[in-house]
């Protein structure tokens, strides 16, 4: 099976902060996502990746940046964390036209 | 704009019963769809999908239609268990352009012992 790994469950941050989440996957999928999730908002696209050193902004990227060195490691940043960021963040990964896998999810709390 | 639509946020069914969950898109392009569940504090996990070649498909409880000229989809389960609590997802792509799927608001299923 394929394994999504975020490498954190619950964050709590404080606002300004530099926030990094990392998700890596271990079946060679070249695409990988990251998503929100809020209530009543559904999952809302962040940032995407096709390949290594590519990335496409999604509907929501302000506030945001990705980076994608290696093609099993997609990292989200967030280069100024503010309270309106607080959300689950959902990482995914596929290959080309095949449903997604998404990893457990990161809680984060911005304070 | 939303182009998919899941206008019930949510939804409590009697367990046994038929649990049916909307979903509605406008983009014509979208030729493929998927059903996630997922539950708190958990990732989304894949339940079903369709092609629009189909207009059903079945996966032991769970059955989605599909109706291209509305422009609409539907995930049946017969019977409705509590373990099938969840909030649903479906999500829809255009095979023709970017594989990225477009994912609606989501419907809570409370199913009541």
């Known amino acids: 099976d394929v394994k999504v790994t975020q490498s954190s469950r619950y964050l709590v941050k404080r606002t300004g902060e530099k926030v990094f989440l990392e998700c890596v996957q271990d079946?060679?999928?070249?695409?990988m996502f990251w998503y929100r999730q809020d209530p009543g908002l559904g999952l809302r696209l962040i940032y995407f990746?096709?390949?290594?050193?590519?990335?496409e902004k999604g509907d929501i990227p302000e506030g945001y940046s990705v980076s994608r060195e290696k093609k099993e490691r997609f990292s989200l940043i967030l280069e100024s964390a503010s309270t309106n960021q607080t959300s689950m963040y959902l990482c995914a990964s596929s290959l080309t036209g095949e449903g997604y896998t998404f990893g457990s999810g990161t809680r984060l709390t911005v304070v | 704009d939303q182009q998919v639509k899941q206008n019930s946020p949510s939804l409590s069914v009697q367990e046994g019963r038929i649990s049916i969950l909307n979903c509605d898109y406008t983009?014509?392009?979208?030729?493929?769809f998927l059903w996630y569940k997922k539950y708190p504090a958990e990732g989304p996990t894949f339940l079903i999908s369709?092609?629009?070649?189909?207009d059903k498909n079945e996966d032991g409880r769970f059955t989605v239609f599909l109706n291209k000229s509305a422009k609409h989809l539907s995930l049946h389960i017969v019977p409705s268990q509590p373990g099938d609590s969840a909030v649903y997802f479906c999500?829809?792509?255009?095979?023709?352009?970017?594989?990225?799927?477009?994912f609606g608001t989501g419907t809570r299923l409370k199913v009541l012992a």
């Open positions: 369709i092609s629009s070649i189909k």
């Open positions: 079946m060679d999928h070249e695409n």
């Open positions: 983009n014509s392009m979208f030729d493929y």
């Open positions: 999500a829809a792509m255009a095979t023709s352009g970017t594989y990225k799927y477009i």
């Open positions: 990746s096709y390949d290594v050193k590519m990335k």
